[in-house]
């Protein structure tokens, strides 16, 4: 018995190890199966928030139609910056420049001591300071409202404007291709040369011959209405023109003017370009105050730079209440191209003014200028203006290592204001003459575009005017030179938005 109750000992002290290890393996297994089972059930879980996924993609375009829409910022090429509606049909934006103007009139020479401008000043001009909003209403409709406080040295009438209105004009761009231009306020894009923006031109200044016929009737700050057809190869396009912001609504009779214009590209490539073009102006009404009265118009500018307001160049008023203008029209020329980063660009000009009783006068101006833009950008063809757009350059001032756009420039212009007139003769003893003087214009440009906002001008002017007295005084016999010769440098600062 004794060795009985021994044996049974030591059996259950052996069975005891594997009892336990036996225990073990089952909750293990146990442990695993529930593993098992709750991944099942998370796997199933993962299936049915894919499928609620899908069905919520699919509802989704009837879920965003009754969202309630949130307007955003966007930013055009130009670098505008807009607030938009979520629909994308109505924006406004902010836009502004300003064309802050440095000069000095090196040197003038008047060809008479007595007859004539003796000096010109030099100083500053706020040449533009232009605040406003521009945008577009339920996707066709485009606004803008922009007022000018510069012009500080333009003075008012012919060759210049008050501060005040310089865009306030409502048009219908709906039609692919197609804008018309309700009556308004703004600068229609006439000629070739006022067709470029002022924050895009070559130079400080616009050319005197393009000048001369923007004066007409058109130019800044003039009332039109019009509509304008274009493509990437044609600009075609009609006007009607009316009197300039800050001119007398008082009068009988107002200015009215049209004008049409019509290009085309001729060539056009990647990088290469060559338009052409041809345009008309016509003086439909001369403004007076009445029966018996002057209607007058007068040809006018001053030498290519704006710091001293003065008109050297200048017809005087043709016409009187006896011979008043009777018509006025010009007639234009235009062409313009590139090739990899030179430009060129140039118009002819033909005006005509006719008096009753005195028949017509014929004058005529042009104007060729070329630019290099030596670090290799180069000016792009705007279809809506029928003209070019200015630089931008590729590697903007002060990103990574970058140093803008330097453009060099040259420019020729003669404009003639001199008809049927003897020299020696008093002009009282030709009736039909007209003593204008002739103009000639060579511009030196070098522009530095840092980005697309901001960009310095430099300007070197020399003006020469042929002119012969037509009035005897004491000291300048009838014929004596009463011209000038001059030399100026300016400097543009300019900021655009």
Sequence with gaps: MKNL???????????????????????????????????????????????????????????????????????????????????????????????????AYVSFKPDNATVGPQFLSDGVNARRARIGVSGKVAG????????????????????GNPAGIQTAQISYTGFK????????????PYPLDVAVSSNDIMFMERATP???????????????????????????????????????????RERLGSFQRATAQVLTGDNYSLHLGVNAFELLQTPDTGPGTARTVTLSDRPELRIDPTALLSTGGLGSATNPVSSAKVYGFEAAGGWNSIYGQGEYFKYDVSRRGLGSNSFDGYYGQVSWTITGEHRK??????????????????????WGA????????????????????????????????????????????????????????????????????????????????????????????
């Excluded at 291709?177 to 229609?188: A, K, T």
């Design 406 to 497: 330097l453009e060099l420039a040259a420019r020729y212009s003669k404009t003639n204001l001199n008809d049927d007139f003897v020299e020696g003769v008093a002009l009282s003893a030709q009736p039909t003459a007209v003593n204008g003087g002739e103009m000639k214009n060579i511009t030196l440009g070098a522009n530095w575009y840092l980005n697309g906002y901001l960009r310095f001008m430099l300007n070197y002017v020399h003006s020469e005017l042929d002119r012969v007295n037509g009035t005897a005084t004491a000291t300048a016999p009838l014929g004596a030179p009463i011209g000038y010769k001059m030399d100026a440098f300016a400097l543009r600062t300019q900021l655009s938005w």
């Design 381 to 402: 063809y705007s279809p809506t203006t029928g003209a070019y757009s200015g630089i931008t350059p590729n590697k903007p001032f002060g990103v990574h290592g970058g």
């Design 210 to 252: 393009a000048n001369v016929a923007a004066g007409f009737g058109a130019g800044d700050f003039r009332s039109n209405a019009g509509v304008r057809f274009y493509g990437d190869r044609y600009w075609i396009g009609a006007y009607l023109t009316g009197p300039a912001y800050g001119d007398s609504h008082t009068l009988v």
């Design 5 to 103: 109750l021994l044996k049974t000992a030591i059996a259950a002290v052996l069975a005891g190890p594997a009892m336990a290890q036996a225990a073990s393996l089952d909750d293990i297994q146990k442990e695993i199966a529930e593993m098992k089972a709750k991944n099942e059930r998370l796997e199933a879980e993962v299936s049915a928030l894919k499928e609620k996924s899908k069905a919520q993609s699919k509802d989704a375009p009837a879920d965003s139609a009754n969202a309630k829409p949130v307007p955003h910022v966007t930013q055009n090429g130009s670098g505008k910056f807009a607030l938009e509606s979520a629909d994308g049909l109505t924006s406004i934006s902010l836009t502004g420049r300003l064309h802050f103007d440095t000069g």
């Design 177 to 188: 291709g197609v804008i018309i231009d309700l009556p308004g306020y703004s600068e229609p």
């Design 140 to 159: 066709g409709w485009t606004f803008g409202f922009i007022y000018d406080g510069g012009n500080s040295q333009d003075g008012t009438g012919t060759g």
